[in-house]
């Protein structure tokens, strides 16, 4: 158990040097309202629900801007937020598009906006606005990703504390069964005997998962360093 916390400890306070970078912000194309229409593309290690609720969040406090879409009794691919302004993008009023879909591991989103009925930005009518747009997802992917990659490897550190108390659990079971089989009959020795081969058994299969989750946060913690602007 000491050994096994030890590990935990030294994966949470060494530093690492990989700089991969976690995100990356590309231009493409999204199909609306039957058009193609520019946009930015992105994927994240999160799941759509938990992505769509920081993009929410992210908005109504920076822009005080309220999507359509996600919410109480809503839980829709695309988010919306019409007759918006955000004065780092332009000083006309806009209307603001996010499409979140799941991904392999997470999920993509495409953001896009609007001036109006087919004024869409993009980097060719609409260049200076169009990079403002990706500073805005720039901003927004560094504080997600930050707050979701601490959330995780706190999930995973409460998890491994789980498993730790359930292997101390079992393991004073097992002292208790031995002493017990000492005192009681060869059939009852044999019952008690059996319990503690289980029980050994769920002890291996904790410290398996406790290993596992120690490497996660390792690569939780290695993703987090890789939360650079691009």
Same mark, same amino acid.
């Given at each position: 158990?000491?050994?096994?916390?030890?590990?935990?400890?030294?994966?949470?306070?060494?530093?690492?040097?990989?700089?991969?970078?976690?995100?990356?912000?590309?231009?493409?194309?999204?199909?609306?309202?039957?058009?193609?229409?520019?946009?930015?593309?992105?994927?994240?290690?999160?799941?759509?629900?938990?992505?769509?609720?920081?993009?929410?969040?992210?908005?109504?406090?920076?822009?005080?801007?309220?999507?359509?879409?996600?919410?109480?009794?809503?839980?829709?691919?695309?988010?919306?937020? #019409? %007759?918006?302004? &955000?004065?780092?993008?332009? +000083?006309?009023?806009? =209307?603001?598009?996010? !499409?979140? @879909?799941?991904?392999?591991?997470?999920?993509?989103?495409?953001?896009?906006?609007?001036?109006?009925?087919?004024?869409?930005?993009?980097?060719?009518?609409?260049?200076?606005?169009?990079?403002?747009?990706?500073?805005?997802? #720039? %901003?927004?992917? &560094?504080?997600?990703?930050? +707050?979701?990659?601490? =959330?995780?490897?706190? !999930?995973? @550190?409460?998890?491994?504390?789980?498993?730790?108390?359930?292997?101390?659990?079992?393991?004073?079971?097992?002292?208790?069964?031995?002493?017990?089989?000492?005192?009681?009959?060869?059939?009852?020795?044999?019952?008690?005997?059996?319990?503690?081969?289980?029980?050994?058994?769920?002890?291996?299969?904790?410290?398996?998962?406790?290993?596992?989750?120690?490497?996660?946060?390792?690569?939780?913690?290695?993703?987090?360093?890789?939360?650079?602007?691009?």
């Amino acid at each position: 158990m000491k050994k096994l916390s030890l590990v935990i400890l030294v994966v949470l306070l060494t530093g690492f040097h990989s700089k991969a970078q976690t995100y990356k912000i590309d231009s493409s194309d999204i199909t609306y309202e039957n058009k193609l229409r520019p946009c930015l593309f992105v994927t994240y290690d999160a799941d759509p629900k938990t992505l769509k609720h920081g993009w929410e969040s992210f908005v109504k406090k920076n822009y005080n801007i309220k999507m359509k879409g996600y919410g109480f009794m809503a839980n829709k691919d695309l988010l919306t937020g #019409n %007759d918006v302004t &955000i004065a780092s993008i332009s +000083d006309k009023r806009m =209307d603001m598009y996010v !499409r979140v @879909t799941d991904f392999p591991g997470g999920s993509e989103m495409k953001f896009f906006m609007s001036f109006g009925y087919d004024f869409f930005i993009g980097p060719v009518n609409y260049p200076v606005e169009f990079a403002s747009m990706k500073k805005m997802l #720039n %901003d927004f992917s &560094i504080e997600f990703l930050n +707050d979701f990659y601490i =959330d995780e490897a706190s !999930r995973l @550190t409460r998890n491994i504390k789980k498993l730790e108390k359930d292997i101390k659990s079992n393991m004073k079971d097992i002292k208790r069964n031995n002493k017990k089989a000492r005192k009681s009959s060869a059939e009852v020795a044999q019952g008690l005997h059996a319990k503690n081969t289980s029980l050994q058994m769920e002890i291996d299969q904790y410290k398996i998962k406790i290993s596992e989750a120690v490497a996660d946060i390792e690569k939780v913690k290695v993703r987090q360093v890789g939360v650079t602007r691009n």
